[in-house]
């Protein structure tokens, strides 16, 4: 069994996900001590436990201490062989984090997976459904994935109790094989996207939003303001960049006290210093490309100087790989070169 201590690096959910994903993929049985340990609340939380039902259940996994604020954990995987999977995180926590976890598996296991995942899709410190869908599975297709997302419904976080259980997403998996791909050339810039997403909100909050994203970012900007019907209040602003070769976009949350110009300055200062950086992996790519590059054995991207989450994911997937993964200073921006 190997051990991994949960407290290395960033000690976060990152080390819990990739070490799932990873022992389902490669058979591997782990422990882990010190889950979460980096964590102001260390431990499982419901988010966490769905991801660790999530794995067992593909692959018929038998598990120790699984129960919230856990900080010790056993896995220990069968072949994947579900090919259905009905998970509710029974809070708003991030349904695309779950996806993250059996992603990579569902497709190296290659008998077909249809899941479907109730709780938020639209959470801070997650991906949105977006991202995923526009800028990560693009590259997975790209890849050789067969993989399709669907957004079945809003789920918002934080949100107050009776936003439970309110999101679901889609995930449906068919056969492919991942190969690997390079993304080093930056291409010119085709659109620029804002897309503003509110409930329970006077319609000011976009008009806001919208205003200091068009004097921020220059040039021709599509905008799409979606009014949702949602227990509590909510807004996201999420900001798309598309440009040859791959799409990047930022996203900022709106919350009780903060004004909407501020949500949406936020969104336009990273979205303007990721086309400053030059590189066509943006920070939160860089840290989820690095499974499947793994996985396919193969690979190469430039992007910033990597974030310590992106570190200590290729950590993690030194315990079960023994595939290289180096990082070279290429200028201000690095390249990372997987196989
Ligand atoms: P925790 O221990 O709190 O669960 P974590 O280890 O899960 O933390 P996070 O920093 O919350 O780590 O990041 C989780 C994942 O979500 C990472 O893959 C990160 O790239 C991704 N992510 C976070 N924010 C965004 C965002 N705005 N856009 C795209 N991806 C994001």
Redesign the pocket.
């Known amino acids: 069994m190997l051990d991994i201590d949960g407290s290395r690096g960033?000690g976060?959910?990152?080390?819990?996900?990739t070490s799932l994903a990873l022992a389902a993929i490669t058979g591997k049985a782990f422990a882990m001590r010190n889950v979460?340990a980096?964590?102001a609340k260390p431990g499982l939380?419901r988010?966490?436990l769905v991801c660790v039902h999530a794995a067992a259940q593909l692959c018929g996994a038998t598990v120790h201490g699984a129960s919230v604020s856990s900080k010790y954990l056993e896995f220990t995987p069968g072949p994947i062989a579900a090919r259905e999977l009905d998970l509710d995180i029974g809070s708003p926590g991030?349904t695309?984090?779950v996806v993250?976890t059996i992603l990579v598996p569902a497709i190296v296991g290659g008998l077909g997976l249809r899941a479907t995942i109730q709780g938020g899709t639209h959470n801070?410190?997650?991906?949105?459904f977006e991202?995923l869908e526009r800028?990560f599975l693009p590259h997975l297709r790209a890849m050789g994935a067969d993989v399709a997302l669907t957004l079945d419904r809003y789920g918002f976080a934080p949100g107050d109790p009776r936003a439970t259980g309110h999101g679901q997403l889609t995930l449906t998996v068919g056969t492919g094989v991942l190969q690997p791909i390079e993304l080093l050339s930056v291409g010119e810039v085709r659109a620029r996207r804002a897309t503003v997403l509110t409930a329970r909100l006077p319609t000011h909050v976009a008009d806001r939003e919208l205003a200091i994203v068009r004097a921020r970012l220059a040039g021709p900007l599509e905008t799409a303001v979606r009014e949702l019907r949602a227990p509590a209040p909510a807004n996201v602003l999420m900001l798309e960049l598309e440009r040859d070769g791959g799409r990047e976009?930022?996203?900022s949350f709106g919350e009780k006290g903060k004004r909407a110009e501020l949500v949406a300055e936020e969104a336009c200062t990273e979205a303007l210093g990721f086309l400053d950086a030059n590189v066509p992996v943006g920070?939160?790519?860089a840290?989820?490309l690095l499974l499947p590059l793994a996985i396919a054995r193969g690979g190469r991207y430039r992007c910033a100087p990597l974030s310590l989450?992106a570190t200590t994911n290729i950590e993690t997937i030194r315990h079960f790989l023994d595939v290289p993964i180096e990082v070279t200073s290429d200028g201000d921006a690095v390249i990372v070169q997987v196989g």
Not at 12 to 17: A, C, T
């Open positions: 960033e976060g959910g990152q080390i819990l996900r979460r980096g964590r939380r988010q966490h991030s695309t984090l993250q801070p410190m997650a991906p949105p991202f800028v976009l930022v996203t920070v939160h790519l840290d989820q989450h």
